[in-house]
């Protein structure tokens, strides 16, 4: 099964490395235009992807094992995330969102077939020295 964000993260991470080895303005704009046909897949595929896509590529970023969640999932839209993870053979995530109602997004997840696991702490952005990483809390989940 094809995960289109992981396709799509490495393909930027080409993009941005060409990007800095081009020695042209050709080579550099065709950099920019392979990572920008790459992130248009996803916008193709509308807004729920476009969610994933920025908490994918944010949980990469902050090199986390796996897709971590950190803003608010409202209640519609949770069904429709599962979906998408699924699709894309996403099989755990986890969610550290700190919103007053995030344990009633928890249990929608659950209802959407999800597995709520432990606690872990995960990477949420680099420290205010650049040099490691500030750390959270959040709920694992499996898809089933």
Known sequence: MTNIFEETYN???EAKKAYKEATTAEGRDAAREAAKAAEDR???MGDIACKVWRAYRNSRDNENEILDFDDIIWDR???AITTCMKENGIKAFTYSCRATDA???LWLFKGAG???????EVNLRKDFFGKGYEKGHAFRMTLN
Request: with cysteine; net charge negative.
């Open 11 to 13: 393909t930027i991470a």
């Open 114 to 120: 999800c597995t709520i696991g432990e606690m872990v």
């Open 77 to 79: 839209d949770v069904e």
């Open 42 to 44: 996803i916008i193709e």
């Open 103 to 105: 344990v009633e997004t």
